[in-house]
């Protein structure tokens, strides 16, 4: 399977990152709570993202973010061929995701000048 290479990509937090560090940051502050352990856990474990189109992102959430109500159906990393990972990982998950390595398709680490470009989602496929 090979993907369409003018496909415009976000990244889905399909885990309700946001809702969910507010809710804690919330919940530690009334409760005059100090642990960072449990906020940078609750981080890494909320952090997980889908690499989705975004008329998918946008169907996802308007069916609270049901994906088979919304008609989406999920591809494994793995399953991909290696060029569309390749071109995903730079893309979306290099420098955007704390384990972006461990989806590395070279099995590398990425070079300094790698890391340190941001990317974003407007960057071509």
């Not at 709570?33 to 609750?42: A, G, K, N, R, S």
């Not at 990393?77 to 390749?86: A, C, G, K, T, V």
């Not at 070079?111 to 989602?121: G, Q, V």
């Amino acid at each position: 399977m090979a993907l369409d290479p003018s496909a415009e990509l976000q990244l889905e937090h399909h885990r309700r990152i946001q809702t969910t560090l507010t809710s804690l940051v919330e919940r530690h502050y009334q409760e005059n709570l100090h642990d960072p352990d449990e906020f940078i856990d609750t981080l890494i474990m909320f952090e997980e993202v889908h690499i989705v189109t975004k008329a998918e992102n946008y169907s996802a959430r308007r069916a609270s973010g049901d994906y088979s109500q919304a008609g989406i159906d999920l591809i494994d990393f793995d399953s991909l061929n290696i060029e569309d990972r390749q071109r995903l990982w730079r893309r979306m998950l290099l420098g955007r995701v704390a384990n972006h390595a461990e989806f590395n398709p070279n099995n590398k680490k990425p070079n300094k000048s790698e890391m340190a470009t941001p990317r974003k989602p407007s960057d071509e496929f």
